[in-house]
Nanobody
Framework: QVQLVESGGGLVQAGGSLRLSCVVS????????MGWFRQAPGQERQFVAA????????NYSDPVKGRFTIARDNAKNTVTLQMNSLKSEDTAVYYC?????????????????WGQGSQVTVSS
């Protein structure tokens, strides 16, 4: 059984930083991409960032480009999302996901396993 456990969310003031972590158990992720998505109340789940199997290729949505950084440690089966210069519009539940392939796709349909979500709230 594959499980993804996110941590690191919380409440932060605008301009601050948070670091989300996601630990995967039940399967090795070294051959698969990893992604982060977010969902705000009343909105659809949106792509945030993805990283390919080796960690050398990344993909970011325009709203977070230059502020967020995705990274992975295949030895520890983990993926992280460093979020800097946070804005109120970054407030959402953040989900990590295990990709079906090695490339960092942005569409949720290319991800097979999902975490339970971690709340990030940015106060203005």
């Amino acid at each position: 059984q594959v499980q993804l456990v996110e941590s690191g969310g919380g409440l932060v003031q605008a301009g601050g930083s948070l670091r989300l972590s996601c630990v995967v158990s039940g399967r090795t992720i070294s051959a698969r991409s990893m992604g982060w998505f977010r969902q705000a109340p009343g909105q659809e789940r949106q792509f945030v960032a993805a990283i390919n199997w080796s960690g050398y290729n990344t993909n970011y949505s325009d709203p977070v480009k230059g502020r967020f950084t995705i990274a992975r440690d295949n030895a520890k089966n983990t993926v992280t999302l460093q979020m800097n210069s946070l804005k109120s519009e970054d407030t959402a539940v953040y989900y990590c996901a295990v990709g079906r392939y090695g490339n960092p796709y942005y569409h949720p349909q290319y991800y097979d396993y999902w975490g339970q979500g971690s709340q990030v709230t940015v106060s203005s």
